[in-house]
């Protein structure tokens, strides 16, 4: 078999398991099994597969096919134009999480540290610390995510300084220059409908907030008051349809749409 009948026929099978991108899918997979980039396929399609190779790409297609996103097959999430690594303890980064990475990136900050909120990968400390010339701090409840963060800051050089804590509860009072959270939203009760490869792979962890999914940016607020020195900022990713009860707990934020028109970003000097 051929680098592109294999391609051929892994795209097949995605597709007729419902799987979106089944081409482009089939592609990352080969170039994974391979450890090519997937310009390599291109150049080499007339090669024939190595037994070693098929046996790995038949692996991932088949996990892919049950459910499993591929980013945790392959263990990489681009995110801002760099690699992060990523396994089941975090998050999977969104582009939508770029546009609060650029909030805070096009915002004139007091002197002090950024803190990121439930950091997952790491992947908006380590880019505000590659992108921004400032001090930046990352807290998880998670160690196991901590882990992956601390792993991402160590190969793509970043300066953070991680801990580990619940929130901001272990962050001395006015201290900080900014707050930066994409932090769990989605209510227990929407577990049903959300798609089952978010539910089955990803952490619940990093999806899951109580009561009405509000409860962490309930928390977020009421504590920023202490620790942000005055004049500091806050900016928080929010679920698509929770602008008016973020706009209930935080009256001066001013709210910014994604790409898609959704009201996405608070931002609130506090
Ligand atoms: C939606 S994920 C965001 C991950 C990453 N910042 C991103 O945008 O891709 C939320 C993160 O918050 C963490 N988390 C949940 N509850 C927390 C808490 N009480 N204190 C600190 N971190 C928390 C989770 O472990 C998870 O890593």
Known sequence: MTVRQALEQGTELLEKSGIDAPRLTAEVLLSHAIRQPKQWLYAHSTDELRELWWIHYGRYLHERMKGKPTQYITGIQEFYGRDFQVTPAVLIPRPETELLVEAVLQTLLPKGPILDIGTGSGAIAITLALEAKAQIAAVDISPEALQVAKA???????????????????????????????PPYIPK???????????????????FSEEDGMQHYRRIIEQSKRV???????????????????????????IRPDLAGHPRIAIAQI
């Open 152 to 182: 991402n800051a160590a190969t793509l050089g970043a300066d953070v300084h991680f801990l580990q804590g619940d929130l901001l509860e272990a962050i001395a009072p006015q201290s900080l220059a900014a707050i930066v959270s994409n």
């Open 189 to 207: 009760t929407q577990q049903d409908t959300l798609q089952r490869e978010v539910v089955d792979h990803e952490p619940h962890l990093a999806l």
């Open 228 to 254: 942000l020195i005055p004049g500091g900022w806050l900016f928080l990713e929010l679920a698509f349809d929770t602008a008016p009860k973020l706009k209930r707990l935080l009256p001066e934020a001013e």
